[in-house]
């Protein structure tokens, strides 16, 4: 089934301890795209500048992704200037620019109407707001934030939260949103404030997955997936996106969402994470096969699995 | 088949978010075989002060441990002094009195003669080394260390490294022993140093086992166990020593020592120290049942398999 996303399409300048690269075409919606691409339809809505043209679409077009949803602007596309210098599991910002982002209306194209998922990336909690009220009859809607929208916009953010079915976010983010330290009860905390699942990223150690169906006994309905060791992390920008991505894209893929789907979502969610940070920027997700894919999800079970 | 545990036996005294208690029974010889007699017969080498009577007698009794290895000496037994309160991971030490433990020379009693497995605990890699080598003859030797002897004991401590089938170290540990960021890489040198196998313990995200079949391909034969989300965390003091005994007496229940052992192994370690977090100090080592144990052990199979 068809998934709408909306977030960002920008360019990032990075440095990591395996090298840099300069304006590689990046962003959350990016990411997310060319990962949920390999299990389901996905259209994109965003705006980029006049530094966005024919080499950057046929990314996109390459994977079969829509994005008519993608408006141009006059100025220059989004950009993220970071380095993970001192620890590969947190990003350090050292210049952020919004340009065409600081203006953004989004606009659902008509074809868009269909889709029965909806990922709103991490951006600005108002405008996810505004695309989830746009699109009323989606079925299953999931989203991301950061640390500055849990700090700086939680009014903002609380509003999202009621209207989510799914929220994918790391552990320090779900200790903020919750205050309070302890996992098991910050992932209560921010169930409590509407999302009735949570994926909370550990990094290396893999994601778990929370459940809202007795609100008593959460732990009883918990999963974890574990996360690929790395000979090198090249570069771990995107990396929960396309986590997001494999994830979503899985259970948009499924004629019926059970209990076991979102385990092997899990799985694929982790899957689409490690290829994400073994190249700079999107080069991996690029360059990759759905047998790939399936070969690394028998690994990790293998890595997991008692027998 | 037995196993002989040489290590600590003290007192301590710990301050957590969850409260505080004074001069209580632990040590790592402790912890380990409490949790390690819920599988198999357990030795204990190690010495005790004055303050070390009946009534901590009776607390190994009770599990049926062999104690006639724990000599008495004039003086008072090895304390530690710590808290938790910034982070539950790590401890934060306030004092250590080697006390009996500054003269220990470690005796071997005829009846342990027969050991089929040694567990040389964290204690000086000096004394490890005595002990391993008084007793040539058992199949399979794990042993714990800690950054204190990885920075300041390193000659005797690669000693120990030489002699070891399994070391069960935390994430910080590996890093150090290896001097590499990457855990994997890391896991690959500090399997250059002898051990066969490594499990690295990563606190509330679970334990990694690599085993030394190829060294090309370490990645192809690591297992991941999860670890449980906890309510409360009401004192991680001995959880790493209880993992190890859950691990190391698994192991050594088992008719033959099979890939299958070791992943199982795993998981009651990871079981064990979850249920040692529950209470202060070795409560609820002391107040567990098999059941409990195995009812623990079906649920992390739910945790983390997909079907």
Known sequence: MPITVVGSVAYDSVE???GRYDRKLAGAAT?????ASFF???RVIAVVGEDFGPEQEAVFHARGIDIQGIEHAPGKSFYWEGSYLDNLNEAKTHNTELNVFATFEPKIPAAYADSDFLFLANIDPVLQRRVREAMP???????????????????????????LDILLINDTEARMIAGNPNLLQA?????????????????????????????????QHTFRAPAMLLEEIIDPTGAGDSFAGGFFGYLASQPTITPDAYRRAMFYGSVMGSFACERFGTERLQQLSRKEIDDRFIHFRRLTHLD
Chains 1, 2 share one sequence.
Do not use: C, Q
């Not at 809607?141 to 009621?162: C, F, Q, S």
């Not at 169930?191 to 990094?203: C, F, I, T, W």
């Open 16 to 18: 990591t301890p395996s």
């Open 137 to 163: 009859d989606v079925k299953l809607v999931a989203g991301d934030t950061m640390n500055y929208w849990i700090k700086d916009h939680r009014p903002a953010l609380l509003e999202v939260l009621k209207g």
């Open 187 to 219: 992932a209560r905390g921010v169930m409590a404030l509407g999302p009735k699942s949570l994926v909370v990223k550990h990094g290396e150690y893999g994601a778990t997955l929370f459940h809202k169906t007795n609100p008593g006994s959460i732990e």
């Open 40 to 42: 389901a339809p996905v």
């Open 31 to 35: 990411y997310f795209s060319l990962a």
